[in-house]
């Protein structure tokens, strides 16, 4: 039976009431009041970092769109297509920062989650359940350490594609003229090959996500 999580707003001002100032355990506590576990906050942020690949996917694509075009121009208002290269690179850079911060959420509550679990099987005193419940948590953790490594990969593939569109959208800053397109189309095919390349992992990342949020929903 899955554990919803309808009670965020009451969550939120149960944290200001109790003067919450980012202490975990006030955190935790708090979401419990509401029948919440810290494996149902794990699956929330899971599912919710799928959900920011799938955005950052999408976006990174946008990009990549919007450098062919500008690769293919012939003429018009070049500082037109200069904005609207930027616009992506920023949007980018903000998909990407989205990324990054979920994954420490992710780390920090599945941290907590297996301290945690742990520590309360040494509390089980019928043997063949201790033994039990410390394979479950073995299996758990290899499926997570699954998911974090793609997670990881994906994020560290967002960064040269970034790098290469900060790259081309100064230089396109300060030389708004063909003869900046005709440079900046020699480096084309290194983008492009980087973009294509995130966007796999990206979609690795995605499948480890739905893996693992199955396998916390039917355990």
């Known amino acids: 039976m899955k ?9 939120a001002l149960l944290l200001v009431l109790t003067g919450f100032t980012g202490c975990r355990s006030a955190y935790y506590a708090a979401y419990e009041k509401f029948g919440v576990h810290k494996r149902d906050l794990l699956r929330k942020h899971v599912t919710a970092a799928r959900d920011e690949q799938q955005a950052a996917g999408e976006q990174f694509k946008s990009a990549l ?11 018009g208002n070049l500082e037109k297509a200069y904005k609207g290269l ?3 690179y920023e949007d ?19 941290e907590d989650l ?22 479950q948590l073995r299996e758990t953790r290899a499926r997570y350490q699954d998911l974090h490594d793609a997670l990881k990969e994906a ?24 003869q ?30 739905d893996e693992f949020i199955s396998t916390l929903q039917s355990e």
């Open 3 to 11: 554990t919803r999580l309808p009670f965020a707003g009451a969550v």
């Open 65 to 75: 769109e919007r450098l062919k075009e500008l690769y293919g121009f012939s003429g």
């Open 86 to 88: 930027q616009n992506e």
């Open 92 to 110: 980018c850079a903000a998909r990407a920062d989205d990324v990054r911060k979920r994954i420490k959420q992710i780390e920090t509550v599945a």
């Open 114 to 135: 297996f301290t945690e679990w742990e520590s309360e099987i040494k509390e089980i005193s019928t043997v063949s359940l201790q033994a039990s419940s410390r394979r």
């Open 155 to 178: 994020e560290r593939s967002m960064d040269p594609v970034l790098t290469q569109l900060r790259d081309q959208v100064l230089y396109l800053k300060h030389n708004l003229n063909a």
């Open 180 to 209: 900046a397109i005709a440079s900046l189309k020699g480096e084309a095919a290194n983008i492009q090959v980087d973009i294509t390349r995130l966007l796999e992992q990206m979609n690795a990342a995605i499948a480890r996500a």
